[in-house]
């Protein structure tokens, strides 16, 4: 009756004075595309969702087609409109989120990529990280808040220019561009014959190991170290404000495009991490974990990136503190697809509860090497502790413990950067729904985690960007207090055990150095 009453408000508003109602989102992950429809209320009315083809080329090796994520990103936008019965004359705006650091050079004449897009999670450029020197590779640091690393869209942009016939020499000319995620669904859906806009936002920007912190720009002298034309890339604009119209035929043509994030960006924005101090952990295909600093960058001295969190219009950009956490939710898909243990990732759940513990043994998923805070791209994946007591119901606990070991460790270490231990942590992502990983979340963390009631918080979080370029939502005091709890995690153990499992964790963290 509530939802009935909330859509006949809102019909109701639109008639007596002409407001569009609703604000969409593309939320276009590792794994799947999914467009959602939310209403003022930053409820959600539709979503639709297509997955794409993971491609291995080599081990290490990911890669994905960017003309079949285009083609998914149109046919989901397109189905949640038609599900939810509205026009471009009911969307006040549209946002992005995407999975950041994934990497496409594409032809600027014709739009055709000269390769595959190379995931995030791809490691191949590991030689060119090791060609850096020291000095390099601080200057990198120092500039951007990343380390030096395969992780970043710079490395990747330099492999394609080494490997595709004539690339370099044509992107010298200006033939081609260089784009994230995000930069490739603008460009698609706001080309218009021959004119084309060519942009990505300062939290996508800030994931290239190619932007200044300070003044928010490509850096030259990063792009000389790479030899990376400038050409390529894109303008960077804000995360919140009107960067084009859609031009494509169908349901939004001429809604504005008017916030883009990167994923977790997205998320924290999505969880109203507006004010410093607030945390929120993303867990999906891996785990990434952002606290707001404010306005000024916070760098690292245990492991942690400095990153940008957003930025509304013209106001001074807002930073954050990040742990990226290279596998976790891939973890259960490996249990399931490779090792068979389940037939669909939510049966992990009862399986892991048919024990008390895990047997003993652990699980170091460092199946690309390990991210924060060790940064070790030479680790291995290694479970430890087998014995012939262990069975599959131990090792699917030991999945789970592992995400909450990793995130322990992240908390760790930004609790020494930022000097205040974290009191509470909230959560998103599709791991939350997974009620035995949250408690021993919040034991391993010792805090209460929070679960939102809206569980899409990153596509949330780009639409929220949008509404709020377009007066939708007319404040981010308004955008916080839209967020609302669905359930609290406490810790039910005693410091002594969770001290004492995660001391057997740090050892089985050792064993994986050293190996590729």
Not at 42 to 57: A, Y
Not at 76 to 100: C, E, F, K, P, W
Not at 227 to 250: C, F, N, T
Request: hydrophobic share 40%; glycine share 8%; net charge negative.
């Amino acid at each position: 009756m509530d939802n009935l009453a909330n859509q006949l408000s809102e019909q109701f508003a639109r008639w007596t004075t002409g407001r569009r109602g609703y604000v969409m989102a593309i939320d276009q992950g590792t794994t799947s595309t999914r467009s959602i429809v939310f209403n003022a209320h930053g409820e959600i009315v539709t979503s639709s969702q297509l997955e794409h083809r993971q491609i291995l080329p080599h081990p290490g090796w990911l890669e994905h087609d960017p003309e079949e994520i285009r083609k998914n990103v149109r046919r989901v936008l397109a189905d949640s409109a038609a599900q939810a019965d509205i026009t471009t004359h009911d969307i006040a705006a549209l946002g992005i989120t995407n999975q950041r650091e994934t990497t496409i050079v594409w032809e600027r004449e014709t739009g055709r990529p000269i390769y595959n897009a190379i995931v995030w999670q791809d490691t191949r450029t590991d030689p060119i990280i090791n060609r850096l020197t020291e000095e390099q590779k601080k200057t990198f640091r120092r500039k951007t808040g990343l380390p030096a690393s395969t992780y970043f869209a710079g490395p990747k942009i330099r492999w394609i220019l080494d490997h595709v016939e004539g690339a370099q020499e044509r992107a010298e000319r200006g033939e081609l561009v260089f784009g994230t995620i995000d930069t490739w669904l603008v460009w698609d859906l706001a080309r218009k014959n021959k004119r084309y806009v060519h942009i990505t936002d300062v939290t996508n920007a800030s994931r290239t190991m190619l932007m200044n912190l300070e003044t928010l720009d490509w850096d030259q002298e990063l792009l000389d170290i790479l030899d990376i034309p400038r050409a390529m890339l894109p303008e960077i604009v804000s995360s919140s404000e009107v960067v084009a119209r859609v031009q494509r035929k169908g349901p939004l043509h001429g809604v504005p495009i008017a916030g883009i994030l990167g994923d977790q960006q997205a998320a924290s924005f999505g969880q109203a991490c507006h004010r410093p101090g607030e945390a929120k952990n993303t867990y999906g295909t891996g785990n990434f974990l952002l606290l707001n600093t404010g306005t000024t960058p916070q760098f690292s001295e245990h492991g942690l990136l400095t990153t940008v969190a957003y930025r509304i219009g013209q106001q001074p950009a807002v930073y954050a503190l990040e742990g990226s956490i290279a596998v976790t939710g891939s973890l259960v898909q490996w249990l399931r697809d490779n090792l068979g243990f389940f037939n669909q990732a939510r049966d992990i759940e009862p399986l892991a509860r048919s024990v008390e513990d895990n047997g003993g043994c652990y699980i170091v998923p460092a199946f690309t090497g390990l991210l924060a805070p060790h940064w070790r791209p030479e680790a291995r994946g290694v479970i430890t502790g087998l014995t012939r007591y262990v069975t599959k119901a131990h090792l699917a606990r030991a999945a789970l413990e592992s995400t909450a070991f990793q995130t322990r460790e992240v908390v760790e270490a930004m609790n020494k950067d930022s000097g205040v231990p974290l009191k509470a942590l909230k959560v998103d992502g599709g791991m939350v729904e997974n009620t035995l990983l949250m408690q021993i979340q919040a034991n391993q963390l010792g805090v209460p985690v929070t679960v939102p009631k809206v569980s899409e918080t990153t596509a949330l979080g780009a639409a929220f960007a949008a509404g709020l370029a377009v007066g939708f939502f007319p404040s981010l005091d308004a955008i916080w207090d839209l967020w609302q709890e669905k359930c609290t995690y406490s810790p039910d153990i005693s410091p002594e055990v969770r001290d004492a499992e995660f001391a057997q964790w740090t050892k089985a963290v050792q064993r994986t150095f050293d190996w590729a």
